[in-house]
């Protein structure tokens, strides 16, 4: 049997204690003079065998209560996989889940949950009777290595956190092909993870698969999950949900929109380092509830105008170093171009305008272009693609479709015809109206995300000012980000590929709104062009563990050089053509666990064992294990209180009132 | 002189008020305020006789002669003087004391006390002090000299050694000619077949037998959390025990005990008080007086 705090254990000696104070009551007993010897003599000869044994029992229990007390407080791994394993397995495999979220701490632990993993494991081996082979598979590239030191586990640069995600389906198929190989007889799987819900994808097909055939193997393989869960302590993160630069009369800058997240839903400030060009500079957001989202801009000198760079956002250490920070690139401003097809001569103009109000500052440019002849060719250095009332032919949707799919965005206004559809995704309905003193208003809009993001400054784009009397709805699965007080769309995003398909549902012409004022109009156009024009960035962002990406590539930020799994630490890269960045995935801030029932399920008939991991302080009644000692435990104190009720009740009896 | 622990001054003051009767028809030598089984001259009527010659002419009562021409004795009601005998068990074991005093002293008071009623109502009183070393007796007077010497004997006897209550009983019987008081104070730890055959005698004789029994508090209830080692005081033997384990056995036997001897001595007319020690003696001396007079009328 393991203990996980064997230095506990010196205190069963203990267990003695009631016998002892038995034996000190009855060597410390008084000598009392007594004149009814006889029936004492009497009652000694006629105490029964029963009497004597519930004596003992008592005894009995009152030693185990403190035994099991002593065998809870050393926390015993029981069971075949940390514990008392009657025969060895041949092979062990150890699924190590490496993820970004692995690098939480529990409440009152000092390690996190892949140190406090991993410190079981080798505890856990250490029981093991004989020699199995050890096969470790890692989450960074779900290869299955022989090893022949348990110990090695310890070794931070082979198998420390990264700022990857992990595959638990894709390390147990890499587990089963190695079985299949090489024949490893009967085995175990051993698998430490936190259980994050993204990482094991509960609703994959392929778990089905793996468990048929794990089950139709010669040999016998059981499953033990080590489940690192257990209360985080108290934690943020960070991230960049967009990047964008532009000029400006006296440099440029860079547009950083920022997500912080946090554990708990108190009211604090957190302070955010921004790193660019080793210049640092820190300011304070204030988080109430769990998250929040905001813009910061960086200025850079003018004479960087054409330079690109990288930099890094970051937040104190807290509960997970893991997402504390995140990295960044940037490149020249790009040009912002406008295509716009539009029918009517007048919003055409206007629209030319709000798109580019001010080119020879901010790189804007707008133009005109006919919808009937498009190629892809015309629209491949456009970032935003404006469709007003022109018919499309079959040509020209299709250059559309594709130049949507590579990332391109395209606004559309309604034509006026009902039931025309546009790239299999948007049906328009009929035109509707209302009378001379009513209008359409907008109820509610998302100011977190999008177009009507609030200005760096936190203001609100005046979408409640938007007035409406002509609309023409549309039908389809897209995401509405602003819609009428009546629930209907305002503008409906349609995702196409890479890039996105935004429908507004009425005109920028006084007889439909008054987006002619253009206070929302401008914006909105603006930022519909930056997202558009991400496709034409040679910044390339992608997740932690993305081997291709940085083929070729060497690291230009701060992090190991030398590591031969360059990919598991986030960081800016650099090759020949462009910046690659790798930051943690975004699934990795997801709290969602699989536990219990889920857990079962997806192992289905084959062998599991879940062991939740031990923790340290508060954590540590949570195991398993804790429970039965817990109910054996109380269950000796029930007896024991029993036993002792009855002696009492019989201590309570007294010679009858007839007899005196 | 120093003032004897059993003498209450104040508690023979109050006892004083009350008397001591007899229940049953008492012999004595004198005449006194206790019925005697025979005839005599008393303010008390009985019946009235044929007169027989050697009668008495001075109890023919003329008044009947002349009115029947026959000659009748008008007889009375003898009434004669009490003669107590005091047992006091001086055995090892009435040494034993709880938190309300020894049994022994108990013992003494009570001995003492009603010493003092009786031989200040007239009546004779004796004492017998025994155990199975030391035998001390005085028969019964009525005299205060003699009250003194009983004193005496309680102030200088102790109590100890094994009981002969069965032997001593069984002498009393045997020694006392005449129908008297018999007031055995005891614990009476022996066996009880024996002792009861003892007492036996004694009623069988027509004495009027008052058995008062010192049980002290923690006799009955045995309540000790701790082991003890109990020592026996009439032999000195010890033995171990964990009274927690044998309460109720021990309970049971004594309890059985008890009912068994009151029942047994009830059931021989005798007069049995179970003397409590922590009830304190002057309670238990009054009722006793107290039933003892309802008892008489």
Same mark, same amino acid.
């Given at each position: 049997m393991t203990f996980l705090e064997p230095l506990l254990l010196w205190g069963l000696p203990l267990i003695s204690i009631p016998v002892i104070i038995h034996l000190m009551n009855r060597m410390r007993h008084k000598p009392k003079k007594w004149a009814a010897m006889e029936f004492l003599f009497m009652a000694k000869r006629s105490s029964t065998k029963i009497s004597n044994l519930r004596n003992i029992l008592i005894l009995l229990c009152r030693c185990l209560v403190i035994l099991f007390f002593i065998l809870a407080l050393a926390r015993p791994l029981a069971g075949s996989f940390l514990g008392w394993s009657v025969t060895a397995p041949d092979t062990i495999y150890v699924l190590l889940d490496r993820s970004a979220s692995m690098g939480s701490v529990t409440v009152g632990a000092e390690k996190n949950r892949l140190e406090k993993g991993i410190e079981n494991i080798i505890e856990a081996a250490k029981s093991i009777p004989g020699t199995p082979q050890y096969v470790v598979i890692d989450s960074i590239d779900g290869k299955a290595r022989s090893i022949?030191?348990?110990? +090695? +586990?310890?070794d931070e640069l082979l198998f420390g956190l990264t700022h990857t995600q992990a595959d638990i389906t894709a390390m147990l198929n890499s587990a089963l092909m190695y079985a299949i190989d090489n024949k490893t007889g009967n085995s175990e799987v051993w698998i430490v993870s936190d259980m994050q819900k993204t990482n094991w994808q509960p609703s994959s097909e392929n778990w089905k698969k793996l468990m048929t055939q794990f089950n139709g193997l010669d040999q016998k393989m059981a499953f033990k999950v080590l489940s690192m869960g257990g209360e985080s302590a108290e934690n943020a993160s960070i991230k960049i949900v967009e990047n964008f630069r532009r000029n400006t009369p006296d440099g440029s800058e860079i547009q950083l929109t920022l997500e912080i997240r946090k554990s708990d839903a108190e009211a604090r400030e957190i302070p955010v380092t921004f790193s660019v060009n080793e210049v640092e500079s820190t300011k304070n957001f204030l988080v109430d509830g769990q998250s929040l989202t905001v813009q910061h801009t960086l200025l850079l000198e003018k004479s960087l105008n054409e330079e690109s760079g990288f930099g890094l956002v970051s937040i104190p250490a807290d509960g997970n170093l893991q997402d504390n920070e995140f990295h960044f690139a940037f490149e020249p401003a790009p040009e912002l171009k406008a295509s716009l097809a539009v029918k009517d001569s007048n919003r055409n103009e206007f629209l030319q305008i709000a798109s580019a109000p001010a080119p020879e500052v901010f790189k804007q440019s707008s133009k005109s272009i006919k919808a009937d002849s498009l190629n892809k060719k015309q629209l491949q250095d456009t970032s935003l693609l404006v469709i007003d009332g022109v018919e499309i032919n079959e040509k020209s949707e299709t250059a559309i479709k594709e130049f949507i799919e590579e990332g391109g965005n395209v606004l559309l206004f309604p034509s006026g015809r009902n039931g025309e559809t546009y790239f299999n995704t948007v049906t328009l309905g009929e035109t509707e109206s209302v009378d001379q003193k009513s209008q359409y208003r907008l109820a509610r809009w998302d100011e977190d995300l999008g177009p009507f993001v609030k200005s760096p400054s936190g203001e609100s784009l005046p979408l409640k000012n938007i007035a409406v009397k002509q609309r023409q709805t549309a039908s389809g699965k897209g995401q509405i980000l602003a819609n009428y007080e009546d629930g209907t769309g305002f503008l409906t995003r349609y995702n196409i590929g890479n890039g996105q398909l935004y429908y507004c549902?009425? +005109?920028?012409d006084n007889n439909w709104s008054n987006l002619v004022r253009g206070s929302v109009l401008v914006p909105m156009l603006h930022r519909l062009q930056k997202e558009g024009a991400k496709r034409l960035s040679s910044i390339k962002e992608t997740s932690c563990g993305d081997n291709t990406a940085i083929e070729n590539a060497k690291r230009i930020s701060n992090g190991p050089q030398t590591s031969a799994k360059q990919s598991a630490a986030a960081g800016v890269f650099q090759n020949e053509e462009s910046l690659i960045v790798l930051n943690r995935p975004d699934n990795e801030d997801n709290f969602a666990y699989v536990e219990g029932e889920e857990l079962q399920k997806l192992f289905g008939a084959v062998s599991l064992n879940l062991q939740e991991a031990v923790q340290r302080e508060d954590d540590s009644f949570k195991t398993k294990l804790w429970t039965p000692l817990m109910i054996i435990l109380f269950l000796f104190f029930l007896i024991e209180g029993w036993l002792t009720k009855r002696q009492k009740a019989v201590k309570d009896n007294a010679l009858p009132e007839t007899v005196l | 002189m120093k003032t004897k622990e059993f003498i209450d001054p104040e508690l023979f003051a109050r006892l004083s008020r009350l008397n001591l009767e007899a229940k049953n028809l008492m012999h004595g030598p004198f005449s006194g305020r206790h019925k005697s089984p025979n005839k005599g001259s008393s303010i008390e009527f009985a019946e009235y006789r044929k007169y027989v010659p050697g009668d008495d002419i001075r109890k023919i009562d003329w008044r009947i002669y002349a009115r029947s021409d026959r000659y009748y004795v008008k007889e009375f009601e003898a009434e004669t003087n009490l003669r107590c005998y005091i047992v006091l068990d001086c055995s090892g074991s009435m040494s034993f004391e709880g938190k309300d005093g020894s049994k022994f002293d108990f013992g003494r008071k009570i001995a003492a006390s009603i010493g003092h009623v009786l031989t200040e109502q007239g009546d004779t009183v004796g004492l017998t002090a025994f155990n199975s070393r030391t035998f001390k007796q005085v028969p019964p007077r009525s005299s205060g000299k003699h009250l003194r010497s009983i004193y005496e004997i309680l102030d200088v006897i102790k109590a100890d050694g094994k009981t002969a209550i069965a032997k001593v009983l069984h002498d009393l019987a045997a020694s006392i000619q005449k129908r008297a008081l018999v007031v055995v104070i005891s614990d !009476? !730890?022996?066996?009880v077949e024996p002792m009861l055959k003892a007492l036996q005698h004694l009623a069988h004789n027509k004495h009027d037998v008052t058995l008062f029994h010192l049980i002290d508090e923690e006799e009955v209830k !045995?309540? !000790?959390n701790q082991p003890y080692s109990f020592v026996d005081l009439e032999g000195g033997s010890t033995m171990l025990a964990d009274p927690t384990t044998i309460r109720n056995q021990y309970l049971q036997a004594f309890g059985g005990y008890l009912k068994t001897f009151k029942e047994r001595a009830l059931k021989m007319n005798m007069d049995y008080r179970l003397a409590m020690l922590n009830e304190g003696c002057e309670d238990l001396l009054a009722k006793f007086l107290m039933e003892r007079i309802e008892g008489g009328k």
């Open positions: 022949n030191d348990i110990n +090695l +586990l310890k549902s009425t +005109l920028v | !009476f !730890f022996h066996d !045995f309540d !000790f």
